[in-house]
């Protein structure tokens, strides 16, 4: 038998993941490469510091700090960008692309903000842009969606993307504390990062769900055309009195597709979703996602979201991938095969205008406590065509001021937001009023 | 542009599974085309009978009652055989295999009753076989298995395997039925076979886990080398007591490695599962599965575990990453490359003698409702070192007796049937002792 080829792999960042795939690339390469039919090669690495102190121990001379060497190393041919950004890891993603080599990567900002770019380089050069590691960590939904379900068009993707936001808001109905105190206890837990807006805020959540959207119906949603709302507002009023409607509070992606009107919807909200979804019992820093399949019907992935390890776990498989493809030389049912991937459903998909949005709304009103109060709110909600189906009152901490939490039968977003508008208005609210959605999607 | 390669596709066996990839084809078949780079074309199929009324409509001129024409056909690349059983079955497999064809099989009976031979021949003549729809119906749980997760070694799988069972199951937790009332029902429905030992005596899920430890750990376990129960005995009394203690009861398959003695343990039974835990909120006819890797954690993967949709789902995705092999000519990491599996973990797996299965258990004594039975029953069980952590006691439908429900603390499957077989001698005990699992398993 003759020898198997070597594969070199170069990791681009070292920081918390590419440690992480270092570590587990070590203690399970003769495994994989008895599977693979190759020899691997942690070839060489790139780090900003070479003298930093680090978990995992790398011999020296296989360390640069030239990450784009490592990017366009002609003996090089799997490169993990694990640098994260959209600066240098774009540079060093696209040079080795261009060199037609396979790109692993966890990066869903560049992915989301270029995207379309990476793809074509890809495709122009013979290069490959894997990218399992970058939604929902661990779980393998990126091969679920692209081969496992290849047979099915998707109605209904809906999913906790977040694991800060998730583990915020599981602490936050388990303990009863604050949403202020939770996030300073998760940043010191390391759970939360110091400036935590992106997270809190909905936009990465809002990014996996590009990179979800993109796999499922072939278009680049950005994210300025999502509706993206966040989880800061979010007091132990909302899930108390969510909890007695019998929902639980999650902050879901969620991206729809209409195909008798071909029109794709992707938001991103703070959603009252009924108890007895698998997703609803989804806590902590767990990641989970719902897919509806016209085939296939619901089926439910759950795992890490986040993480050295779980992130490292996804980044070896698209390894394990790279490999194949590098020894068949053909990639298997590739997203960036995006004219192919347009085809699912027929024609080009068009993105829906937002105002369209459909569903059940839940709004609470911090309003003055006195009477008449309740007949105002409802004549505003009538009057935008917003039926009302539930009504809450309780305290708040000011004693002049009283919550009024209100969920409504369906409406779109246009007339709920028309709603809020005039709301704010009244006298008698004296807050801005907090919508939240009600996930009682038809699955 | 060159035209793109005409991939034959021959189903053997046309039942429900059968028409329902025939049906999902032809719709998906242009997506598909476009994903695959190839033409895909239905070529034969194989019936048992001509004449009988299908709801698809098929060519006169497509079908035949020759499966094994079909399967050795010369242009027929991709051979499904959805003929079921593991007589012309097995012979179909075999005989394509022989011609370096791929077959796509839902069949996990064929699957476990000849794995090695049908692996074995695949190798040797360089065919292939695809078994995505063998387990968990739409589940990508293969593929999850063997690519997704490659990184991974497995301490422990965990499983709803039997939609039939947790059909059964979830309408008397919430209906208060008599398991043989719900029974007949769901034979009514079409939801449980005729014959129904196969899906509730323990069978049909064992058959699943001796291929997802396959998968897993490299090695063909036999049923008659798992412990196999079944769900015949549960009653009302079993499941409100379960209920009280916190525990919801599933059939699971469960699928435990110890990498230190490197042993593995393969069981099926019924199951008290702590009502935190995911799967025991997966209700009806659905399927889960809990997968704890070694780096990514525990991930869990739910949805409709048969019907003809689902498997089609499956068997199609199967059909894709066929087109994928005979495209590129090379596999995937395939689990027929069984020297490479079993190298997971680093030296072939021992299976563990059943005695040693450790666990917590869940004990009903029909015994005479009389003082002293229960310092009897408790003198039993402590001279067997098993000890006790709960009991109940509650009425049963004769007057003269009780049920005595016992919990106990961890103790060895040897001890606990020691036990058993003790109790069931003393004359105060009226029935066979009934003995469930607790699975409060360590992720």
């Keep these: 038998m003759s020898k198997p080829p070597i594969i070199n792999i170069g990791l681009c960042g070292l920081g918390t993941v590419g440690q992480g795939v270092w570590k ?18 942690l070839h060489r690495a790139a780090v900003r510091d070479l003298k930093k102190a680090r978990a995992v121990k790398i011999p020296a001379g296989r360390l640069t700090t030239d990450a784009l060497a490592v990017a366009t190393d002609p003996s090089v041919h799997i490169v993990c960008e694990l640098i994260g950004g959209t600066g240098l890891a774009r540079e060093v993603t696209l040079a080795a692309l261009r060199q037609g080599k396979i790109v692993v990567s966890a990066n869903k900002a560049l992915l989301c903000g270029h995207g379309a770019e990476i793809f074509s380089t890809a495709r122009r050069h013979g290069g490959h842009f894997l990218f399992e590691a970058s939604v929902a960590g661990g779980i393998p939904i990126i091969k679920a969606l692209r081969e496992g379900l290849v047979a099915n068009r998707f109605k209904l993707i809906y999913g906790i993307l977040n694991g800060t936001c998730n583990y915020i808001l599981t602490r936050m109905a388990q303990e009863g504390a604050s949403y202020a105190d939770i996030l300073a206890d998760a940043k010191r837990l390391g759970y939360a990062e110091t400036d935590e807006s992106l997270d809190v805020e909905g936009w990465d959540a809002a990014h996996k769900a590009a990179i979800l959207a993109y796999l499922a119906h072939g278009a680049w949603v950005r994210t300025g055309q999502m509706i993206v709302e966040g989880i800061e507002r979010i007091t132990q009023a909302d899930l108390r009195t969510a909890a007695q409607l019998g929902y639980g509070i999650k902050l879901l992606a969620v991206i729809t597709r209409d195909f008798k009107e071909n029109e794709l919807f992707v938001r ?56 194949t493809l590098l020894t068949t030389g053909k990639a ?28 059940r709304h839940y709004l609470r009103l911090t309003v003055r406590d006195r009477p008449g109060v309740l007949a105002q709110v409802a004549t505003v909600t009538a009057r935008h065509g917003v039926s009302i189906a539930s009504v809450n009152q309780t305290a708040t901490d000011r004693r002049d001021a009283a919550s009024l939490i209100l969920t409504t039968h369906q409406s779109d977003e246009r007339a709920i937001r028309a709603t809020i508008a005039s709301l704010a208005k009244l006298k008698s609210v004296l807050e801005k009023p907090l919508l939240l959605r009600i996930g009682d999607f038809a699955e």
């Excluded at 399949?293 to 439910?300: A, C, L, N, Q, S």
């Design 24 to 41: 587990h690339l070590s203690r399970s390469r003769g495994e994989l490469e008895s599977r693979l039919g190759v020899r691997l090669v």
């Design 268 to 323: 991103v909200h703070p959603t009252l979703l009924p108890r007895e979804r698998v997703l609803a019992n989804v806590n902590g820093v767990f990641n989970g996602i719902s897919v509806t399949g016209d085939v296939v019907g619901t089926t439910t992935y759950i795992g890490r979201g986040a993480g050295q390890d779980a992130t490292a776990s996804a980044v070896i498989s698209d390894i394990a991938d790279a490999v």
């Design 332 to 359: 298997v049912a590739l997203p960036e095969e995006a004219a192919a991937l347009h085809a699912r459903g027929g024609k080009r998909v068009r993105l829906a205008p937002l105002e369209r949005v459909r569903g």
